[in-house]
């Protein structure tokens, strides 16, 4: 197959591409890790949970879309648990109160959030600047 377009150069390539292995871990809680990649409209975050670990209840402007890649747990969603494991996607609505019990298997999921989690936004731009980068 011809291919007549030509190809990115590499500052080109470095504005749209990162490499996952690339992006520095988060230390959210003790036991939660997450790598982290944001824009103007839309974050999204790699979750690794530690076994029998909890993420605290809380809520954002954020609505989320959170795929449960492996593991499981207990997802709180409004003073009711939901039951899920690798496979599941949940939605969570904006502004409503959601928090994770972990297995025994801890979980790794990938969240997108639309609106960016301005929080999240603020952490990793502090984490920059404390390191110098830009």
Same mark, same amino acid.
């Given at each position: ?75 709180? &969603?409004?003073?009711? @648990? +939901?039951?899920?494991?690798? !496979?599941?996607?949940? #939605?969570?609505? *904006?502004? &409503?109160?959601?928090? @994770? +019990?972990?297995?025994?298997? !801890?979980?790794?999921? #990938?969240?997108? *959030? ?21």
């Amino acid at each position: 197959m011809e291919r007549k377009e030509s190809y990115a150069t590499q500052e080109e390539f470095n504005k749209l591409v990162v490499r996952f292995h690339d992006i520095p871990p988060v230390e959210m809680l003790p036991g939660v890790h997450a790598k982290i990649v944001t824009t103007e409209k839309v974050s999204i975050e790699t979750y690794t949970f530690a076994p029998n670990s909890r993420y605290p209840t809380h809520h954002h402007e954020s609505e989320q879309i959170m795929i449960f890649m492996e593991g499981a747990g207990d997802e709180l &969603v409004d003073g009711k @648990l +939901y039951p899920v494991k690798g !496979g599941d996607i949940i #939605i969570i609505p *904006s502004n &409503v109160e959601h928090g @994770l +019990y972990t297995s025994d298997r !801890g979980c790794h999921a #990938i969240t997108v *959030s639309i609106p960016p989690r301005y929080d999240l936004v603020a952490k990793i731009k502090a984490l920059k600047d404390e390191a110098g980068l830009k």
